[in-house]
């Protein structure tokens, strides 16, 4: 079965800061890895996604997520934080047999 | 509207009664998901319509929820005698078709509140 696990329920970082929301993922084949993002009731919003190519994928307000396929991992990044990005960050998982699995969100609060 | 619309926003209403949530995909959109969101926790695939295939069911918890889509487009999920532990945000989301690299577009949800 797959499985995503978003290690850390909340993450603070100063404005200006660089930032990083972590992610693992299980798949039997070759995964296809997602982010998304959900402001307070609002549904969510995909940010950038994981196929193939390059390990680096770039998407949208300035986040990028890094593919290792050793370790597994789809940790979420940007350079520099603002308060705006304050937020709840989903990783999610699919592989070519079954649904999207979410991971269990990280609330990423960006301080002034 | 340009995005997927989902009605009501909000729903109140007594243990053991039926409710019905809509959602209006993405148009031209040919797959369909509905998703439930506890609170405090993340999603929880419930049933995925993809063009005239029958629907993928696995998600659904109990033969108290049901989703019907009429014409390719709108969507219904029923749960029937609602429970307690029912209250949560249901969520739906579309995408151009039902291929594993396509992005998925959610509306903002209907939050279920069951007294």
């Known amino acids: 079965a797959q499985s995503v696990a978003q290690p850390e329920d909340q993450v603070n970082v100063a404005e200006g800061n660089p930032l990083t929301v972590k992610c693992t993922y299980s798949v039997s084949g070759n995964p296809y890895l997602f982010w998304y993002v959900q402001y307070p009731n609002r549904g969510l919003q995909f940010l950038l996604k994981?196929?193939?190519?390059?390990?680096l994928v770039k998407g949208s307000y300035g986040f990028e997520a890094e593919f290792n396929k050793s370790q597994t991992s789809f940790h979420l990044k940007k350079p520099s934080a603002l308060v705006s990005d304050s937020a709840l960050y989903f990783c999610?998982?699919?592989?070519?047999?079954?649904?999207?699995?979410f991971g269990s969100g990280t609330q990423l609060t960006v301080l002034p | 509207g340009a995005g997927v619309s989902q009605s009501p926003s909000n729903k109140v209403t007594e243990k053991g009664k039926d409710v019905e949530l809509r959602c209006d995909p993405i148009?031209?959109?040919?797959?369909l998901y509905w998703y439930r969101q506890s609170l405090g926790q993340g999603l929880e695939f419930l049933i995925y319509f993809q063009g005239n295939s029958a629907p993928d069911k696995s998600g659904l918890p109990s033969d108290r929820f049901s989703a019907e889509r009429t014409g390719g487009s709108v969507s219904t999920l029923t749960i029937q005698r609602t429970q307690q532990e029912d209250s949560a945000v249901y969520l739906c989301?579309?995408?151009?078709?039902?291929?594993?690299?396509?992005?998925?577009?959610f509306g903002d949800g209907t939050r279920l509140s069951i007294l």
């Open positions: 148009s031209g959109h040919t797959a």
């Open positions: 999610a998982v699919r592989d070519i047999e079954r649904q999207l699995t």
């Open positions: 994981y196929i193939t190519g390059d390990n």
């Open positions: 989301a579309s995408s151009v078709t039902g291929e594993d690299n396509q992005p998925q577009h």
